[in-house]
């Protein structure tokens, strides 16, 4: 998924699923995975349907200690349907940790095989610091691979 997308989140905290993530195989998707990123302050969502949810958490149970598990993703995420609108509700447990609340203006920002959802004001300022960036030889080098 790329790009980045604009809405306001509704009142009843919906948000719309923008058109450019929601193509292809993603639409044999009926759910999403939305956890809280705490190191970037957003939220993350990953298309799914909710068979393919409970077998990842399942798996990762597996994969990791039980503490870590439960509390570091279980703890800051939630399986969701996706409407007959293309919208996921957003559960205010979750959105209060990203400063996401009704009527706030958020990005929805296309991160391969996710997609993010910013507080418009918080994505600003993070657009704006990595403006400050020179990435031109970043961009050189894997030019050249």
């Not at 068979?51 to 993703?73: G, N, Q, W, Y």
């Not at 609108?85 to 990203?98: E, F, G, S, T, V």
């Not at 997609?115 to 400050?132: A, G, N, V």
């Given at each position: 998924?790329?790009?980045?997308?604009?809405?306001?989140?509704?009142?009843?905290?919906?948000?719309?699923?923008?058109?450019?993530?929601?193509?292809?195989?993603?639409?044999?998707?009926?759910?999403?995975?939305?956890?809280?990123?705490?190191?970037?302050?957003?939220?993350?969502?990953?298309?799914?349907?909710?068979?393919?949810?409970?077998?990842?958490?399942?798996?990762?149970r597996a994969?990791?200690?039980?503490?870590?598990?439960?509390?570091?993703?279980?703890?800051?995420?939630?399986?969701?349907?996706?409407?007959?609108?293309?919208?996921?509700?957003?559960?205010?447990?979750?959105?209060?940790?990203?400063?996401?609340?009704?009527?706030?203006?958020?990005?929805?920002?296309?991160?391969?095989?996710?997609?993010?959802?910013?507080?418009?004001?918080?994505?600003?300022?993070?657009?704006?610091?990595?403006?400050k960036i020179?990435?031109?030889?970043?961009?050189?080098?894997?030019?050249?691979?």
């Amino acid at each position: 998924m790329m790009g980045t997308y604009y809405y306001r989140v509704a009142n009843d905290m919906r948000i719309y699923i923008p058109s450019a993530f929601f193509d292809g195989v993603l639409m044999q998707s009926d759910a999403v995975i939305i956890f809280h990123n705490e190191f970037e302050n957003c939220l993350g969502v990953y298309f799914t349907t909710f068979k393919e949810s409970e077998e990842k958490i399942m798996k990762l149970r597996a994969e990791t200690e039980p503490f870590e598990s439960d509390c570091h993703v279980h703890g800051v995420s939630v399986t969701v349907a996706i409407d007959s609108r293309r919208r996921i509700y957003i559960p205010r447990r979750i959105a209060n940790n990203a400063n996401i609340t009704p009527g706030c203006d958020v990005a929805c920002v296309g991160v391969g095989d996710r997609f993010e959802i910013w507080e418009k004001s918080r994505w600003d300022f993070i657009q704006s610091e990595m403006d400050k960036i020179d990435i031109s030889s970043a961009i050189s080098y894997f030019l050249s691979l």
